[in-house]
């Protein structure tokens, strides 16, 4: 341990909430360098979607790594590049009706935000962009003058402008419609703020807390950004790649957005991969206008199609995950309810699960109970108030019972 604190900056985190040196992984289950087994209701904060070391993908990594294959390309064409587009054009667009031009910004989430903000503002000539309290779309300048936590827009060490923060979904508590305000604002003739040129909202907030968004919330949105001329940027950097359910969180919501940023379990297994997807009439970039040396990571193409093949050519993970996601909503419920005098809020979709409690303290108390019991939970929400539940996807239905009852567990410990 002493390695990391004497050669490691000061930044690190997550490892100061689990202080394990882990080692092997498979599946949902992480093993420290002692063979301690840990149950990973994290999931690399959603780039794990289909678990650690997913056998088919790692037998197409393998191969591919094997045959001298390109790994590194910038933006070169390469056969796995390819075989990307032709599968995620074949499984994930063609069978909802999208039409997307598919730009790789760079490997993590915060570049493809990055892309659609300088895209939306070349397309409209206009610079604000409409954020949403609780958001968070990434560390880079662009993303972090879209992202609403305090402590990360401290470190950006200068102004963070051309954002305008709204009320996320339901921050009004309902004692005012939808966008009352907003549009109260757009039509104002005095006062009110220049025209924006983008919207970006994530349809449920992770690091915000797991909060859900309701279906009618989006698609009053997406109507207002319509009639007004807005570029409607969904960031499903962390609620894509079925969390949700479907492959993208927007499609329950009926939306179409114009742009949409993916990466963490876009690459499958784990490797950076980041798109920004496009509509067509928007791709007015000029080439190489916006580039990056890690463009498109040739592994993360081909573990990224292995998994499209895998889960989207049928509905199964989709059930399964929606099956899951009712099971662990029913668990959380119950548990709420049995802890009289401490007030639990159970939220989320999908399989993607939050516990909010009144206060940052009692929920780091959980995670570190959870821990110490051998599960993997991580706190969220502005004052880190929520326990939030991300596991892989494709973990059993006895896996999953597994790390609810540590959780209660848990919870009950501290409670
Ligand atoms: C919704 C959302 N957008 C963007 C990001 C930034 O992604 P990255 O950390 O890969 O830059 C995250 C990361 O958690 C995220 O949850």
Redesign the pocket.
Known sequence: MGTFTAHESAVRSYCRAWPAVFDRAAGCWLYDTGGRAYLDFFAG??ALNYGHNNPALKEALLGYLAGDRVVHSLDMHTAAKRDFLAAFGELILQPRELDYRLQFPGP??????EAALKLARKVTGRTDVITFTGA?????LG?LSVTGSPFHRGGAGVPLTHATPMPFDDTLDGSAPGFLWLERLLASRGGGPDKPAAAIV?TVQ??GGIRVARPEWLRGLADLCQRHGIVLIV?????GCGRTGPFFSFETAGLRPDIV?L??SIGGYGLPL?LTLIRPDFDIWEPGEHNGTFRGVNPAFVTGTAALRAYWGDDALERSTLAKGQRAAAALAALAQSIPGTPIEPRGRGLVHGLAFEDGELAGKVSAAAFERGLLVETVGPRGEAVKLLPPLTMTDAELDQGLELLADAVRSVC
């Not at 960031?235 to 609620?239: A, H």
């Open positions: 904060a959603g993590g989430g915060a570049n493809a935000v968070f779309h990434g560390m880079t993303a994530e992770g690091e960031d499903d950097v962390q609620m940023c990466s963490k980041a």
